[in-house]
């Protein structure tokens, strides 16, 4: 099945405790990117890339790191995270390039809720 | 840069109503729109998509949109709505580099039985 998996879930920490969590993807696109979700702001783009080895910031990169090591994998790290990174964080994943209708479409992963005490 | 605004951030209507959601987007050049869905504890999925062709749209569940490029706009529609229509809807737009999906800031929308 194709799909976007995230892990974990679910995570609570405190602030200062570094953290990453994982994104993986079984469609072998190439590009991938991070979400973060809050009330009324709808989805802000943290970090993209655009294959392995290629990355940059979106909107809101301040207090987040990303890796590309492989095409399938996308982690998202907070080396010292903080209150105001208590959010819901999708990580997305899509073909670039190409044609047809199938571009541009985003597969989203389940989402991760962190909260940061 | 881009821009979406989505007008209404809360909805509330019984079931059988019809439904309309706005979505104004800002970009100056050839767009790609989107209008995906959130249904309570879920991830987004996706609803329907205009690239080119017909401005009216048809998606899953019975949804609509209509792109009005001289408004610069999006609208979704549903003409009767269920309970399980209850979610979160995001309008998206991505300019025709497509390095770039900008959402707008979701609008709740609470069906009634």
């Known amino acids: 099945e194709a799909q976007v998996t995230q892990n974990p879930r679910y995570l609570i920490t405190v602030t200062g405790k570094k953290l990453t969590v994982t994104c993986s993807q079984n469609?072998?696109?190439?590009?991938m990117s991070w979400y973060r979700q809050d009330p009324g702001l709808g989805l802000r783009q943290i970090y993209y890339s655009m294959n392995v080895e290629v990355t940059d910031k979106g909107d809101v990169p301040e207090g987040y790191k990303v890796s590309r090591k492989e095409k399938r994998n996308f982690p998202l790290i907070l080396e010292s995270p903080s209150p105001n990174q208590t959010s819901l964080y999708f990580c997305a994943s899509r073909t670039f390039g190409g044609s047809g209708s199938s571009y541009n479409e985003q597969f989203f992963g389940p989402g991760t809720r962190l909260t940061v005490l | 840069a881009q821009s979406v605004s989505q007008h209404n951030h809360h909805v509330i209507l019984s079931e059988a109503a019809s439904l309309e959601l706005g979505c104004n987007y800002s970009?100056?050049?050839?767009?790609?729109l989107f209008w995906y869905v959130q249904y309570p504890g879920q991830h987004l999925q996706l609803l329907l998509k205009y690239f080119s062709g017909d401005p009216l749209v048809k998606g899953i569940k019975g949804f609509e949109a209509e792109f009005i490029k001289s408004k610069f706009s999006f609208n979704l529609r549903k003409p009767s709505v269920q309970w399980s229509d209850t979610a979160e809807y995001f309008c998206a737009v991505v300019g025709s580099a497509g390095n770039k999906l900008t959402f707008g800031g979701g609008t709740r929308v609470l069906v009634k039985p």
């Open positions: 970009y100056g050049g050839t767009v790609n």
């Open positions: 469609m072998n696109h190439e590009y």
